[in-house]
């Protein structure tokens, strides 16, 4: 297989770079005790959702109705039938 030529190359280098980073935090991961552990995004019977909008400056325009349109639907989902395990909450952090 032959990699593309020019500018091409450079994302392929930055496109296997991210790969191989990735990788390798992903395999940084210890073997503890999995059933006592806690679970990021998880407290209780809430399952919490990361939401990145912007929520400031000129593109808040853009972010506060998503974070909105976001929240409606996960109280909604939360209102029929909740989520699975749990729950739902957007926290926008």
Known sequence: MSL????SRAVW???LGTCVMALAVGG???????TTAR?????GD???L???????DAVAVIGKPLL????AYFDRVN???????????????
């Not at 699975?84 to 909450?89: A, E, L, R, S, V």
């Open 4 to 7: 593309p030529i020019g500018r």
């Open 13 to 15: 280098h930055v496109v």
């Open 28 to 34: 940084c991961g210890g073997k503890g005790d999995t």
């Open 39 to 43: 679970t990021p995004g998880v407290s």
């Open 46 to 48: 809430t399952i919490y």
């Open 50 to 56: 990361g939401a990145l909008v912007p929520l400031s």
């Open 68 to 71: 909105s349109g976001l929240t």
């Open 79 to 93: 209102a029929e039938s909740g989520g699975i395990g749990g729950k739902y909450k957007v926290d926008p952090r």
